[in-house]
């Protein structure tokens, strides 16, 4: 095997990994989304205890929801990477880091989860342009 065939097969085992990353974090966002139409009341009461945002309604939460589809959809079709990854890493840190409670005081070892997809928010973030497979913009060796 050449090097050169040892570096594209190292590429590829990259961009499928990135891939795999990708949809594993889209799932829990889209379960995560689907949450604010499917039991609005529920996600108003995350937001009231986990964000301190206290007042909203189901409409506001399905707006909010609906706003987030569009983007975590761009996010998996790869699309506007510097933003809907961004957008998705930051969330993710937002939510993470506002359950700290959870892994400190009213310890829930599910909450831990939380971890290693930020980890995985962050990798896909910092990586973005390598993330190539079934993407509808190619974008290694450009800046996204």
Known sequence: ???????????????WALLLLRLGVFIVMFAWTLD??????????????????????GMV???IGAIEMIIILAFLAGI????TYGFVMIIHGI???SSWQKY???ISLLFFAAWPMLAACIALYLLR????????????GAKS
């Open 80 to 83: 506007w990477k510097r933003y």
């Open 36 to 57: 604010k139409f499917l039991a609005p009341e529920h996600a108003v009461k995350v937001f009231e205890h986990f964000y301190f945002l206290k007042g909203m309604d």
């Open 1 to 15: 095997m050449s090097e050169n065939d040892t570096i594209l097969s190292a590429q590829s085992r990259i961009e």
């Open 104 to 106: 400190t005081v009213d």
């Open 95 to 97: 939510s993470t880091f």
């Open 61 to 63: 939460m399905m707006v």
């Open 129 to 140: 342009d390598m993330d190539v497979k079934y993407t509808l913009i190619k974008s290694l």
